[in-house]
C-alpha cells in the first residue's frame, strides 16, 4: 500500500508535468512563442499550422497527465503513451545535428526528467497494485 506522503508526490509530479506539457498549446493564441521555444521566426502557413496542432496534441497530454493525477486507474497507460512521445521527441531531435543545434536545452532536460518520472510512477503503481492484490 502506498503511503500518503508518496501518493501526494506523484499527484503533486502528475500536475507539475501536466501543467509544463501543455505550454506548447500557447502557440494556438499567441505564435510568437515559437521563437522562444523552438527558434522558429516567420514560420510559412503550413509549418505554423504543424506547430499549433503540436501545441494541441501537448495540451492534451498535459489534460492526461492531470488526469492521471486524480485517477489512478489511468496512471500507466497515459505514463506509457507519454514516455513513447518525449523519448521519441528526444532521439528525434538528437539524430538531427541541427535540431540538436537548435533545441532548448531547458526543454529537453524536462523531457527526460519527465521520462524518468514517469518510469518511476509506473514502476511504483505497479508495485502498488501488487501489494494490494497479494494476501496478507
Known sequence: MRSRA???AVRVSLVVM???TAV???ALVQPDQLESSYGVTDPD???LTLLQHRGMLQLLAGAALI???ARP???IPVALGLVVAKTTALALTASRPEAQD???AFIQ???VVCVVALLWIIAATLRSARGAASPA
Open 6 to 8: 508518496s501518493e501526494f
Open 109 to 111: 532536460g524536462f523531457d
Open 45 to 47: 502557413p503550413m509549418l
Open 73 to 75: 486507474g489511468v496512471r
Open 102 to 104: 537548435r533545441a532548448s
Open 67 to 69: 488526469w492521471a493525477a
Open 24 to 26: 506548447p498549446a500557447l
Open 18 to 20: 501536466g501543467v509544463f
